[in-house]
């Protein structure tokens, strides 16, 4: 593991670093947007008083602070993996350049002594996950890692119920930032009831300390950050849009790993960019909460 720069210092200087995944720069989001979009998240983190830390792979290396030369190299190349926890050691050995998932961001954040991971949706339990047991690793690497992250709940195109349960199961902590329900990435409620809310970054500083103090929980904290409603895609719109893109899938036998970015995908096509103007206000507004959070544990 290696460290840019700006994060070897922050590390040296005991000032507060937000992990940040590169798959979003990869594979979430288009050419040549990505790359704008991965600048303009690392400035929100700037603007709190906390050191952003890009992680991926180049050439084999995994990095903790991609530079920029990095991050336009991840933007732009083709051919870039997607790697997920079981995937560093050997696409290391390969040699290659990677993007970093959910679960790899948080298991290499945490090794690296960072607390706070901003990223847009978690991955999670896939509709029809009882017959093809497709359940996204973000979900167990969150048991076993003791890291906050900042999202808008997961992703409205899987199963958010069945997801809620596998986190409840696993020990993950969830709450909503200001909020008692669960947001659906896209939509500001995505219908589901939470137990626990808290108001302020300092509040989620405060759990994070409980956590590490009382020694009893090694598992993640997911801090669920819905956007704010008028904000959000339009509910009708995405129901409407879901429902169309569900019948593709089952018409083109879309199955395993390929049906998040063929939905997202068509959540682009059919809402004409609304979706992504959506996903971008998304992982900014949580980039600038996670550096809040950051900055308020480290004090």
Same mark, same amino acid.
């Given at each position: 593991?290696?460290?840019?720069?700006?994060?070897?210092?922050?590390?040296?200087?005991?000032?507060?670093?937000?992990?940040?995944?590169?798959?979003?720069?990869?594979?979430?989001? +288009?050419? +040549?947007?990505?790359?704008?979009?991965?600048?303009?998240?690392?400035? @929100?983190?700037?603007?709190?008083?906390?050191?952003?830390?890009?992680?991926?792979?180049?050439?084999?290396?995994?990095?903790?602070?991609?530079?920029?030369?990095?991050?336009?190299?991840?933007? $732009?190349?083709?051919?870039? &993996?997607?790697? =997920?926890?079981?995937?560093? &050691?050997?696409? @290391?050995?390969?040699?290659?350049?990677? &993007?970093?998932?959910?679960?790899?961001?948080?298991?290499?954040?945490?090794?690296?002594?960072?607390?706070? /991971?901003?990223?847009?949706?978690?991955?999670?339990?896939?509709?029809?996950? &009882?017959?093809?047991?497709?359940? $996204?690793?973000?979900?167990?690497?969150?048991?076993?890692?003791?890291?906050?992250?900042?999202?808008?709940?997961?992703?409205?195109?899987?199963?958010?119920?069945?997801?809620?349960?596998?986190?409840?199961?696993?020990?993950?902590?969830?709450?909503?930032?200001?909020?008692?329900?669960?947001?659906? /990435? /896209?939509?500001?409620?995505?219908?589901?009831?939470?137990?626990? =809310?808290?108001? =302020? +970054?300092?509040?989620?500083?405060?759990?994070?300390?409980?956590?590490?103090?009382?020694?009893?929980?090694?598992?993640?904290?997911?801090?669920?950050?819905?956007?704010?409603?008028?904000?959000?895609?339009?509910?009708?719109?995405?129901?409407?849009?879901?429902?169309?893109?569900?019948?593709?899938?089952?018409?083109?036998?879309?199955?395993?790993?390929?049906?998040? +970015?063929?939905?997202?995908?068509? /959540?682009? =096509?059919?809402?004409?960019?609304?979706?992504?103007?959506?996903?971008?206000?998304?992982?900014?507004?949580?980039?600038?909460?996670?550096?809040?959070?950051?900055?308020?544990?480290?004090?």
């Amino acid at each position: 593991m290696q460290y840019g720069a700006e994060v070897a210092d922050a590390r040296r200087d005991g000032r507060p670093i937000v992990a940040l995944e590169s798959t979003i720069v990869s594979h979430g989001l +288009p050419r +040549p947007d990505n790359l704008r979009v991965a600048r303009e998240i690392e400035a @929100a983190v700037r603007a709190t008083g906390a050191v952003p830390a890009t992680i991926g792979m180049v050439g084999g290396r995994l990095i903790v602070g991609l530079d920029d030369t990095e991050l336009t190299r991840l933007a $732009s190349a083709d051919g870039v &993996a997607k790697l =997920s926890v079981r995937d560093l &050691a050997v696409a @290391a050995a390969a040699g290659v350049d990677g &993007a970093t998932t959910v679960a790899a961001t948080s298991a290499v954040a945490a090794a690296a002594g960072i607390g706070v /991971f901003a990223t847009g949706g978690l991955g999670g339990v896939h509709r029809e996950a &009882a017959q093809s047991f497709d359940e $996204s690793a973000d979900l167990i690497t969150l048991a076993r890692t003791p890291i906050a992250v900042v999202c808008a709940g997961v992703k409205s195109i899987l199963d958010v119920g069945a997801t809620l349960e596998r986190l409840e199961t696993l020990g993950v902590a969830v709450v909503g930032y200001r909020t008692r329900r669960f947001p659906g /990435f /896209f939509i500001t409620d995505g219908g589901f009831d939470l137990d626990w =809310s808290l108001d =302020s +970054p300092e509040q989620v500083a405060t759990a994070l300390r409980a956590r590490r103090e009382q020694g009893v929980l090694r598992g993640g904290l997911v801090v669920a950050n819905p956007l704010p409603a008028d904000e959000q895609l339009d509910p009708a719109l995405h129901d409407r849009t879901l429902a169309d893109g569900l019948a593709m899938l089952a018409r083109d036998g879309v199955t395993g790993k390929a049906v998040t +970015p063929f939905l997202l995908a068509h /959540f682009h =096509s059919a809402t004409e960019g609304r979706s992504l103007a959506v996903n971008v206000r998304i992982i900014l507004r949580n980039a600038e909460l996670a550096g809040r959070i950051a900055v308020a544990a480290a004090a």
